[in-house]
């Protein structure tokens, strides 16, 4: 299979405990993007890389969040001192990005579900 | 700003019947347009999506949308469902930049 892939699928953590998620997005993807998917809602954009830059963050991306991809392949996810507001599905897609939006499809991995207790 | 709306939160429908779930979206620039479905405990999966060219679009699994820019819709319809069509579906835009911006989404469940 070579679609984007996540890992864990589950995580449950406790309030004030640190969780670091993985994205393992298409091979040769440079674009790589995190959403968060709330109960109920749709996904909200919160980063994403080009290659290894991290070329745009959302203002739901509080301080307590950080976001990498170091050798411009997989990302990775952490939170710091979880609450409970941040209970939700974590998404990551790939994209292989050209010169115009058109190329832009992204392909979605299938989530990272967070809970924190 | 762009912001996506779909009228209808739930839709339920017998199997073999039509569906049409309403999508509409405001935004200050051109748009490119895409319905994605998730079912459960699963990521998201494009069923189509509207680049430029025709208004109407096919996608996969039978479903067709279509883009009507003076009312700003962006509408997914497939004849005949079956239980497996059972599912959330979501309505999203790429305004001007790169990223998705999603509607709430819509229940979709199919009863024999």
């Known amino acids: 299979d070579t679609g984007v892939s996540q890992d864990p699928r589950h995580k449950i953590t406790k309030r004030g405990q640190n969780v670091t998620f993985r994205c393992d997005p298409i091979?040769?993807?440079?674009?790589l993007y995190w959403y968060r998917q709330t109960l109920g809602q749709g996904p909200e954009f919160l980063t994403y890389?080009?290659?290894?830059?991290?070329?745009?963050k959302s203002r739901l991306l509080s301080d307590r969040f950080s976001a990498e991809r170091p050798k411009g392949s997989f990302s990775t996810l952490e939170i710091q001192r979880t609450e409970q507001g941040d209970s939700a599905m974590y998404l990551c897609?790939?994209?292989?990005?050209?010169?115009?939006?058109?190329?832009?499809?992204?392909?979605f991995g299938p989530g990272t579900r967070l809970t924190v207790l | 700003a762009q912001s996506v709306t779909q009228l209808d939160s739930q839709v339920p429908v017998f199997e073999e019947a039509p569906v049409e779930l309403r999508c509409n979206y405001s935004?200050?620039?051109?748009?490119?347009l895409f319905w994605y479905v998730q079912y459960p405990n699963q990521g998201l999966q494009l069923l189509l999506k509207?680049?430029?060219?025709?208004?109407l679009v096919k996608g996969i699994n039978g479903f067709e949308a279509e883009f009507n820019k003076s009312q700003t819709s962006f509408h997914l319809r497939k004849p005949s469902v079956h239980i497996s069509d059972t599912a959330e579906y979501f309505c999203?835009?790429?305004?001007?930049?790169?990223?998705?911006?999603f509607g709430a989404g819509t229940t979709v469940t199919v009863r024999a």
């Open positions: 935004s200050s620039v051109s748009v490119y």
């Open positions: 897609a790939s994209s292989l990005a050209g010169f115009s939006r058109r190329d832009n499809e992204q392909f």
């Open positions: 999203a835009v790429i305004p001007g930049d790169y990223k998705l911006s």
């Open positions: 509207y680049l430029s060219g025709s208004t």
């Open positions: 091979s040769e993807h440079n674009r």
């Open positions: 890389f080009q290659n290894e830059a991290q070329l745009e």
